[in-house]
């Protein structure tokens, strides 16, 4: 069927139209609008986080100024009586999106932005709402550049010193964000609060041990492991070009959200919990890696020094089931996010068991199903082993630590205004 301008005019008016807004709830929208943005724009997960959760928040207090039932995380002023919370989130959404992903088309963002306030009909109300949204997010952006998210700290981040940080094959890429555990967190006191413990020393049995486990199980070819724990790799890759490890959660909570008909409130605190969570997640964890600044399984399977560990078996050949990323191994950076976004799901909603199905950006068409959030949690840890690019310790650690994070966001953001 050929479609005739005018037509055609409302296919592509429907095609940009905001999936939330026809569903009735415009923070979902919204969340897929910036979660497509992070893949176009192919953001490192340190900073897709901290973009999601500048927006989240932006949205929340948005809402929060005209719902009035929490504290708000920067703004606690009431918003205009009568402004419209559609045209809020809209206005608040856009501001954030134009300034902070600009690699997204300017033309498809504001289409999306026109289809949303369409709807809404004209006057003081939605006037109103649109004025609130964008005084909210831009007081918010101010605060948040001061934080040093986009103000890198030169400095040498790489060593041939034996369990020391280097760059690995085949690529070499130079470390990612090395500066980033001096960003100012979101929720957390500092960025050093809930730094992990000293990874284990070169020289132990359990060292040993655990590099044993990875070369036996992360390595590329001839690996101990299933077909589905092989396929957990590019399962939960989340590199660069995919919605990201914290993105993927989001993609996971918005399914739950839309299950569980969450309202416009609900679904703003929920998704802003979350991504304060994550960006805090991400922060810490930074911070401990380049605290520690500790190698990759790989390199020490090839380089580690035997008079420092007889115990440990050398493999000169090693090839991991996954490129290991440009940044130190301790703390695992997805187990971190998953663990504190499983937990704050956990809270927010009052129960682990919680069932879901989920998809990949990495291996479309395959979709992986779970009875509860931890399920989930725990094989993002494994895939990391499996993928031959983290130890257990790097894993199990890092989930310890996101969970704390969960539950000091959870306990001291967006609560209850007392009666």
């Not at 369990?163 to 470390?175: A, D, I, L």
């Not at 299950?259 to 304060?276: D, I, K, M, S, Y």
């Not at 020490?300 to 000169?316: F, G, I, M, S, Y």
Request: proline share 9%; aromatic share 10%.
């Amino acid at each position: 069927m050929t479609l005739r301008p005018p037509a055609l005019a409302a296919a592509l008016l429907v095609l940009f139209m905001p999936c939330a807004m026809r569903a009735g709830n415009a923070v979902l929208d919204w969340n897929e609008q910036a979660l497509d943005a992070t893949r176009l724009a192919r953001n490192a997960p340190p900073q897709a986080a901290l973009y999601l959760a500048t927006f989240h928040v932006a949205i929340y207090d948005a809402v929060n100024g005209i719902d009035r039932h929490h504290k708000g995380w920067l703004v606690n002023d009431p918003a205009p009586a009568g402004a419209n919370t559609d045209a809020a989130i809209a206005s608040a959404a856009y501001t954030v999106m134009s300034e902070l992903w600009t690699w997204t088309n300017p033309r498809t963002l504001k289409i999306a932005y026109d289809a949303a306030l369409a709807p809404i009909p004209d006057g003081p109300s939605k006037s109103d709402g649109i004025a609130w949204g964008k005084k909210v997010a831009e007081a918010i952006l101010a605060k948040r550049a001061t934080s040093g998210y986009n103000k890198p700290i030169p400095g040498k981040y790489t060593s041939t010193d034996q369990g020391k940080w280097r760059e690995t094959p085949p690529t070499f890429r130079p470390p990612l964000l090395p500066f980033w555990g001096k960003v100012t967190p979101f929720v957390m006191t500092s960025q050093d609060q809930f730094r992990a413990p000293p990874p284990e020393t070169l020289g132990s049995k359990e060292y040993a041990e655990e590099l044993a486990f990875v070369a036996k199980h992360g390595v590329r070819d001839g690996a101990e492991r299933t077909d589905y724990q092989t396929l957990c790799t590019p399962f939960w890759s989340d590199d660069l070009g995919t919605a990201t490890p914290p993105g993927h959660w989001n993609v996971i909570a918005q399914d739950i959200a839309r299950r569980r008909n969450l309202t416009v409130p609900e679904a703003a605190r929920l998704f802003a919990l979350l991504n304060l969570a994550e960006a805090d997640a991400g922060i810490s964890c930074w911070e401990t890696k380049y605290y520690y600044n500790y190698w990759r399984p790989e390199t020490a399977l090839r380089e580690l020094d035997p008079k420092l560990n007889a115990q440990v078996e050398l493999h000169p050949d090693f090839i991991p089931n996954m490129s290991s990323p440009p940044f130190p191994s301790y703390t695992s950076g997805h187990s971190t996010f998953s663990a504190a976004a499983a937990r704050i799901l956990a809270l927010y909603f009052g129960t682990d068991d919680i069932p879901f199905s989920v998809n990949s950006d990495g291996l479309p068409g395959v979709v992986h199903s779970f009875k509860k959030l931890s399920e989930a949690q725990a094989e993002v840890g494994m895939s990391r082993v499996w993928g031959g690019i983290h130890t257990m310790s790097d894993n199990l650690e890092a989930q310890k630590v996101g969970m704390k994070i969960a539950d000091y966001v959870y306990a001291n953001a967006l609560v209850p205004v007392a009666n």
